[in-house]
């Protein structure tokens, strides 16, 4: 692998971290208790139902089996940045969906591990055992806690200084983003087009159905109209960045990047017109937000 992927994608991790860290408080965590019906319920769509979803998906779509563990390793994979964006575009609760970020990032230390594990034996074979480096995933998840960590105490300790950088870090996290993505595409682009019709169609459909389950679970469970769509949108956009890094980093290999980096390029048609959607019908049927 070049170094597109050994340096600028953990790099390109590190930026969008602590962009996430310079925004988020002690209270973005504890939220969870002035809230704990939005996150249980959201958080148990993210980390059970979304990832059974996902198996059973690539399951009958008899995707090959590296692309299988690449989309298993995206499925449990938190919300980003980009989560956030859209969240606030869909007139969601952008405070809930920060919350559900952080929260998601630190479980994932500890649930991501678990599901790339199975799903490396299921897909691969036990002989997956030997691609799947711990000490790699450590320090995948380094990448991710450390500029969190960072970014959380230049806000407590230099909040000025926090507040003028938020602007400009999460401008250049999404160009970064964008930039590693379509520089993944091109440098893999016959393999990406080859398996387009499979990979493609199963990205498409584990988003549409991210976002039906994200928003539907919650309004059933009481939970109200802008805090369904938070979790809509956290359920629905995953950090394909993120996933990129652990698929080269912890295995080593160049085919598990690649549901990822497509996912990470079709996502924005369907989370745009969803959060098109959930606007309009905010606009027509406003609902306070109280929880």
């Known amino acids: 692998m070049g170094p597109l992927l050994t340096v600028l994608l953990?790099?390109?991790l590190a930026v969008v971290m602590l962009g996430l860290g310079l925004a988020l408080t002690t209270a973005d965590f504890t939220r969870v208790f002035t809230a704990p019906r939005a996150v249980l319920v959201s958080l148990t769509c993210q980390l059970a139902v979304l990832p059974l979803l996902c198996f059973a998906m690539v399951e009958l779509a008899g995707v090959e089996p590296v692309f299988a563990v690449g989309m298993m390793i995206l499925v449990a994979s938190p919300g980003g940045t980009l989560a956030n964006l859209f969240s606030h575009l869909a007139r969601g609760d952008v405070a809930l969906n920060?919350?559900?970020?952080?929260i998601n990032s630190v479980v994932a230390v500890v649930t991501l591990p678990v599901v790339v594990g199975l799903s490396a034996r299921h897909f691969l074979g036990d002989g997956a055992n030997v691609g799947l480096q711990l000490d790699k995933l450590v320090q995948v998840f380094a990448v991710v806690l450390v500029p969190v960590a960072v970014g959380m105490w230049c806000n407590r300790a230099h909040p000025r200084f926090a507040a003028r950088m938020r602007g400009p870090v999460k401008k250049t996290s999404v160009v970064v983003l964008v930039v590693m993505l379509v520089g993944t595409v091109a440098q893999n682009r016959e393999t990406?087009?080859?398996?387009?019709g499979t990979i493609g169609g199963v990205a498409l459909a584990l988003t549409a159905l991210s976002f039906t389950v994200g928003y539907w679970a919650p309004r059933l469970a009481g939970v109200n109209r802008a805090q369904s769509i938070a979790s809509a949108m956290e359920i629905g956009v995953h950090n394909a960045v993120l996933a990129m890094t652990v698929a080269s980093s912890v295995f080593g290999n160049i085919n598990m990047v690649v549901p990822a980096a497509v996912y990470g390029t079709l996502m924005f048609?369907?989370?745009?017109?969803a959060a098109i959607h959930f606007a309009r019908g905010s606009a027509r049927a406003p609902e306070p937000s109280v929880r």
């Open 10 to 12: 953990p790099a390109t």
């Open 192 to 196: 990406i087009f080859t398996n387009m």
């Open 98 to 102: 920060v919350t559900l970020t952080a």
């Open 269 to 273: 048609v369907p989370a745009g017109l």
